[in-house]
C-alpha cells in the first residue's frame, strides 16, 4: 500500500472514531485539536484513535495535540451541525466577522432555536452545560430543556 493510500485509510478510520461526549460526533482528522485548551475528552480520543487504527493493522500510530491554530466551530461540517441537532443539542452560530467583543454580563445572549421544536422562545439557564463548550437552555414554548453547542 502506497504512503497516499495508508494516510487517506488512516484519516477514513480515524473518521470513524465517536466523540466521547457527543458520540453522534465523529473525529475527522489524526492531528487532534481540541475545542479549548483543557478538555478532558482528548485523551480518549487519542486513545480511541490510536486502538482502532492498531486493530486495522497500523503498529506505529503517533495522533498529535495541537492547540494553534485554535479550533473553531467554523471547521464543523454542515453534517456534523446537522447530528447535533438531531441529537438534542442546539448547533453553533456562524462566528462573527472581525475581533470577537467581550460579553458583558449586562448583554443579552442571542436567542438559540430549540433544536426539538425549533422555537427561539428559550432562555439560557448557565452559561455552562454538561461540558464547557456547551450552554444549557430551557424552550418556552415545548418546556424541553437542551444544550447549545457555543459558537467558537
Known sequence: MSAGVATETARGLAGQVADPEIPVLTIEE???TPTYSGCPAVDVIRDEVT???REHGYGEVRVRTVLA???TTDWMSTEG???LAAYGIAPPGPRPAGPVP???TTCRPEPVACPRCGSADT???SRFGSTACKSHHTCRACLEPF???KTL
Open 51 to 53: 486502538r482502532t487504527l
Open 81 to 83: 451541525r446537522a447530528k
Open 102 to 104: 467581550v460579553q458583558l
Open 69 to 71: 491554530p485554535a479550533w
Open 30 to 32: 489524526v492531528t487532534v
Open 147 to 149: 444544550d447549545h453547542f
Open 123 to 125: 432562555r439560557e439557564v
